[in-house]
């Protein structure tokens, strides 16, 4: 027969009476019988935690010398980016005191890493999950001011928010074309990854929604390892729900 | 389809899986602003009393915790959500700080005593099992409410299913439903607690 479900091996450790099938069958199942020992151990231990006292908060000055000592090392620095207006041909690069505050730099390292894991369960999966349209976009180039396709922001069945793109990339582009999200002061912004075709999907980091980061970006990263934004965009557009 | 339906309408009723740690995990690795801030408000009680009855100390659990969360904050890159809860990963943090506090507690101690040319009295271990304990209540506290005081109730208080119904003004039903999923859920945040350390 089928093995008991969780909620009924509950039951059987929490003492309470369930179907005759069922506690006829955990005696005979190694499975179920473990763990149901299992379930019982957490219950043994909870009534030993008993004995101990409840917890005990810290006084607030605790997070008070926290919030201290976190703030002491994350200086707000002067804004990076070059303003909505910018053309391609005015390519400058920041200068090196100009860097990103260290948490955008943190904040775009762990953005690789969720893209990394969502480009391969894109891979391995069979079928396209169910998607809400949140917000979209029309880009523009910044150079000709002309059309430049469509970004969407797409909501999926697992409550996950990704970034669809599709334009047309430059045929000779110098260097990797980075997609970013980026803040309505154009201080704040998230590295989403890198655009290597007329077509990408871009999962956005949990924290990030496009209320506050409604500026999709593309700009022009040369290959110097200098991981933050490097004022060269090309494309832009401006999500709306 | 009936039995999917029927356990939907159970996890309604009885309070899905936690999804608002698994998104503080990713705010927390990302950086996000205020997330400290909300990990700090989810686990510094059990952080901090694992320093308290490790060391017995009030200023040094209090500094033990303050550094937990400050290291936590600056090797956050180190973190990843996929492997298993913030909350995990800062308790673990806080194990290494403790014992190391214990450490340099009983190197100044045998210092001290290879002065006074006196043997080092044996050393209990308590602590084990008094960690298990706090750990345990800190899995509890996760819980949330109803399920946190229920458990509290029936665990902690030694109250009846009946009992508790009556004080909590619930369903007797809805008391054991939420006794045999706080069990469930309270084995794989055990296991999982004692993954990441």
């Known amino acids: ?241 | 389809m009936t039995i999917a339906r029927v356990e939907m309408v159970a996890d309604t009723a009885v309070g899905a899986d936690r999804p608002d740690d698994r998104a503080l995990d990713h705010e927390f690795a990302a950086g996000a602003e205020g997330s400290l801030e909300r990990l700090y408000r989810s686990v510094s009680p059990l952080v901090h009393t694992l320093a308290l009855r490790a060391l017995g100390d009030a200023t040094e659990a209090e500094d033990v915790t303050q550094q937990t969360f400050v290291s936590a904050w600056r090797t956050r890159e180190g973190y990843d959500p996929d492997r298993g809860s913030a909350r995990g990963w800062v308790v673990g943090i806080a194990r290494r700080r403790i014992a190391d506090a214990l450490e340099a507690r009983t190197r100044e101690r045998r210092r001290l005593e290879a002065v006074r040319d006196e043997s080092p009295p044996a050393i209990a271990d308590p602590l084990a099992a008094e960690t298990e304990r706090i750990l345990v209540r800190g899995e509890v506290e996760r819980l949330g409410p109803p399920r946190d005081q229920i458990v509290s109730l029936a665990f902690f208080e030694g109250r009846t299913h009946e009992q508790i119904a009556e004080r909590l003004q619930m369903p007797l039903g809805t008391v054991k439903s939420h006794l045999r999923r706080s069990l469930l859920a309270l084995r794989r945040g055990l296991e999982a607690a004692d993954a990441s350390l």
């Open chain 1, 1 to 241: 027969m089928r093995h008991c479900d969780d909620e009924t091996l509950a039951a059987l450790a929490l003492g309470e009476p369930v179907d005759a099938a069922d506690a006829t069958h955990v005696e005979s199942c190694d499975t179920c019988a473990r763990e149901l020992s299992a379930l019982r151990a957490t219950a043994a231990s909870l009534v030993d935690a008993g004995t101990s006292g409840p917890l005990v908060a810290p006084p607030t000055s605790v997070w008070a010398g926290i919030a201290a000592e976190v703030a002491s090392e994350a200086e707000p620095r002067p804004a990076p980016v070059v303003p909505l207006t910018a053309a391609r041909g005015a390519r400058r690069r920041r200068e090196p005191g100009h860097m990103f505050r260290p948490w955008v730099v943190g904040a775009a390292a762990a953005a690789g890493v969720v893209i990394g894991a969502f480009g391969i369960s894109l891979l391995t999966r069979d079928t396209v999950p169910e998607q809400t349209l949140v917000a979209q976009a029309a880009l523009s180039d910044l150079a000709s001011e002309a059309d430049a396709g469509t970004a969407r922001v797409e909501q999926r069945s697992d409550g996950t928010e990704v970034l669809v793109v599709d334009t047309t990339v430059p045929s000779d582009p110098d260097g990797a074309l980075e997609v970013w999200l980026i803040d309505p002061d154009v201080v704040g912004m998230v590295s989403l990854g890198f655009l290597t075709g007329d077509h990408g999907e871009f999962e956005i980091p949990a924290g990030y929604d496009v209320v506050s980061f409604p500026i999709v970006d593309i700009s022009v990263e040369p290959a110097d390892g200098d991981p933050t934004h490097s004022g060269d965009s090309i494309t832009r557009g401006i999500l709306e729900s």
